[in-house]
């Protein structure tokens, strides 16, 4: 279990990915790279790897005008450089991170195996277009009708992570009873959303189950919503260590260190034990769909 000062912050991680990725899709060499930097080869892959320290601004504008960044997504790479300087960094990304670049999403597309938690709502890799569109308007009630159906698209597009050919992502969800009642949009929406989850189900990299009203508090104390994303490794050889994202109100967290890993994977096997099984959930979900449209 790594301790606080061996473990890898997930910035300069990402940071490391982002620069690999770059650089073998413009067919470079860590040697072509590394000599343009008048750096050793070994410090450069330590960078890629997410293991080297602090690294400077200036150097970070220079390996992204050599792998030939935009403006854009070189900002992003120096915030990630920056953000990995800060102690506390997972429990916000502030300012330091431009607000176009989502952390959580291009995890999620990375992750080989995500296992998940909603005592609230169904999960964004679950939902139907019309689930989404009923939220999004709510929370986003300023936004006009072509930037909401733009994130309903995104929304959408995240779920190719389940679907796609090479290398779909398993998805297990647990979902609290509460959540197939509580009403978002209309009574057919909720059906037509219960049967989506129903139909998901089915599917052998998706796992979806009911924490029942009778199962109480499993834990003992109340836990909001949060996810584990376990990797594989990359064409590089490098696994990237599990992260756990806890979102809430005022801001996500991205949590790494081994203890806070291992204590959100007891609370979600004592979760699972205490869920309904496949089968039984999958009823379930049909069951209180029809009821939606009786």
């Keep these: 279990m790594a301790d606080e000062g061996s473990r890898k912050a997930l910035p300069r991680r990402q940071l490391g990915r982002y620069l690999r990725a770059q650089r073998t899709a413009e067919k470079l060499t860590l040697a072509d790279v590394a000599k343009s930097m008048e750096w050793s080869i070994s410090k450069l892959g330590r960078i890629e790897r997410g293991e080297e320290g602090k690294i400077r601004k200036a150097d970070v504008q220079q390996l992204c005008d050599i792998l030939g960044f935009t403006p854009e997504r070189t900002a992003v790479m120096v915030g990630l450089a920056q953000q990995a300087d800060v102690k506390s960094w997972w429990h916000a990304f502030g300012d330091l991170i431009p607000d176009g670049f989502v952390m959580y999403v291009d995890l999620e597309w990375a992750a080989h195996e995500m296992t998940i938690y909603r005592p609230d709502l169904v ?7 019309a689930y989404a569109r009923a939220l999004d308007r709510i929370y986003f009630p300023h936004d006009s009708e072509e930037e909401q159906e733009g994130r309903v698209r995104l929304r959408m597009e995240r779920q190719a992570i389940i679907s796609r050919k090479t290398r779909p992502t398993r998805v297990d969800v647990v979902l609290h009873e509460s959540v197939l009642h509580t009403v978002v949009g209309s009574p057919a929406t909720m059906a037509a959303q219960l049967r989506h989850l129903a139909d998901m189900s089915t599917k052998d990299n998706v796992g979806v189950r009911v924490l029942p009203y009778t199962a109480g508090v499993p834990i003992g104390v109340p836990i909001g919503p ?4 376990d990797f594989k490794p990359d064409e590089g050889g490098v696994t990237e260590p599990p992260v756990i ?14 203890p806070d890993v291992e204590s959100y994977r007891r609370a979600s096997t004592t979760i699972q034990r205490a869920a309904l099984d496949a089968v039984s959930s999958r009823t379930k979900l049909r069951n209180v769909a029809r009821e939606f449209l009786s």
Aim: aromatic share 16%.
């Design 226 to 229: 949060f996810v584990i994303l």
């Design 245 to 258: 994202y806890v979102e809430n109100f005022t801001g996500d967290m991205y949590l790494e260190r081994g």
């Design 123 to 129: 999960p964004g890799l679950l939902q139907t277009a």
